[in-house]
């Protein structure tokens, strides 16, 4: 699970947004965003680096918001943490954004270290532990019965076969019951009230958590500053349209969020701008279907459209990831009446305009 691409527009320029940290936290430090709350940074390796998480004062403790990958090197870093810049106090409660494994990994260690509860949306509970169950499962042939429709060749399908199943290897073992956070929930944590707004196309049931005494909004991955969020079709529902529940998702959270707060996003810095760069993302997205849609005049498979939609050369490591983009914003179309797709005799999908 890779949390997004590097912006694929270009001929846009990005808003000007304001970043207000020189730097940010080394690993094992934290930084004071705000009055009570912290932020941390826990090692990924990889383009992305890091994944910020979020240590909020509450009584004599801290409520921590994400946790990072599960592995050594995490749990390294947060013991470092709590040594030092969390001053040996312990963990009230655990909230996680969404369900990904660089923001729930840690998530069962720290509530078992802690005997403290998981809070989190009901959907991506549920679904985190769907996932993590198929570890040692081999490709359902639903799975390899989708690749080869979007035109994956077999040297990609055994690739596919051998990594299957490994998204549970970044999750310490997940608690087996949680608090269910609710869109418009509103949470005393610490001494202020914070309120969770949902959104949706990067994972099924992403909590943001907006408190608009201290003008914060904890993005997760549903606002980034600087990559657009990876919003992909699966196998496991083929026809979903998660692109138009994420164009949707953001225009919402405009209308729930004031343009004023301190937006503090899962990767990259802490910024302000939030309402620019949400009118960034949807222009993008609608300018990359626009090119999509005048590319389809000639017939075309998921792995045909990628040059369209990313700057990057798609190799290996980001197919999986590129195809279900490319098919997010191909079902986009379909829904909105302007693409239809057709199955050939070898069960690979071809898609054209309306």
């Known amino acids: 699970m890779r949390d997004g691409f590097e912006e694929a527009v270009v001929e846009h320029a990005r808003p000007k947004l304001v970043y207000p940290?020189?730097?940010?936290?080394?690993?094992?430090e934290a930084l004071d965003v705000a009055p009570?709350?912290?932020?941390l940074r826990m090692p990924l390796g990889g383009s992305?680096?890091?994944?910020?998480?979020?240590?909020?004062?509450?009584?004599?403790?801290?409520?921590?918001v994400d946790t990072g990958m599960g592995g050594?090197?995490?749990?390294?870093?947060?013991?470092?943490?709590f040594a030092k810049s969390l001053g040996g106090l312990p963990v009230t409660r655990v909230f996680v954004t969404h369900m990904h494994p660089d923001?729930?990994?840690?998530?069962?260690?720290?509530?078992?270290?802690?005997?403290?509860?998981?809070?989190?949306t009901r959907l991506e509970f549920l679904m985190c532990h769907n996932l993590a169950a198929d570890t040692g499962r081999e490709a359902p042939e639903d799975a390899l019965r989708f690749y080869r429709g979007a035109g994956w060749d077999d040297e990609q399908i055994e690739s596919y076969r051998a990594r299957f199943g490994g998204f549970?290897?970044?999750?310490?073992?997940?608690p087996a019951s949680f608090q269910r956070l609710s869109d418009g929930d509103e949470i005393q944590i610490g001494d202020h009230l914070w309120r969770i707004?949902?959104?949706?196309?990067?994972?099924?049931?992403?909590?943001c958590l907006y408190c608009p005494e201290l003008k914060l909004l904890i993005s997760g991955d549903q606002v980034l500053p600087k990559i657009s969020s990876n919003v992909s079709v699966f196998p496991t529902e083929p026809g979903g349209d998660p692109l138009t529940d994420w164009l949707t998702s953001l225009a919402r959270i405009k209308t729930q969020v004031p343009d004023e707060v301190l937006v503090l996003p899962a990767?990259?810095?802490?910024?302000?701008?939030?309402?620019?760069?949400?009118?960034?993302?949807?222009?993008?997205?609608?300018?990359?279907?626009?090119?999509?849609?005048?590319?389809?005049?000639?017939?075309?498979?998921?792995?045909?459209v990628f040059h369209v939609l990313f700057r990057r050369k798609i190799d290996q490591w980001v197919l999986s990831m590129a195809t279900g983009e490319s098919l997010a914003h191909l079902n986009c179309l379909i829904t909105r009446g302007q693409a239809v797709r057709e199955t050939d005799a070898q069960g690979v999908d071809w898609y054209r305009v309306a």
Do not use: C, Q, Y
Request: proline fraction near 4%; charged fraction near 25%.
């Open 21 to 28: 940290f020189e730097r940010g936290p080394k690993t094992g």
């Open 197 to 207: 707004v949902v959104g949706s196309g990067h994972s099924p049931e992403h909590a």
């Open 36 to 39: 009570g709350v912290k932020w």
């Open 168 to 174: 549970g290897k970044g999750l310490h073992a997940l």
């Open 72 to 81: 050594p090197e995490t749990m390294e870093a947060w013991r470092k943490a």
């Open 267 to 304: 990767h990259n810095d802490p910024f302000h701008g939030l309402h620019a760069r949400i009118d960034h993302l949807i222009g993008g997205h609608e300018r990359g279907l626009a090119r999509l849609k005048a590319l389809i005049a000639e017939p075309k498979r998921s792995v045909d």
């Open 48 to 64: 992305l680096a890091f994944i910020n998480v979020w240590a909020i004062r509450e009584g004599a403790g801290w409520a921590i």
């Open 103 to 120: 923001h729930i990994g840690m998530a069962g260690w720290l509530t078992r270290k802690f005997d403290v509860r998981l809070w989190i």
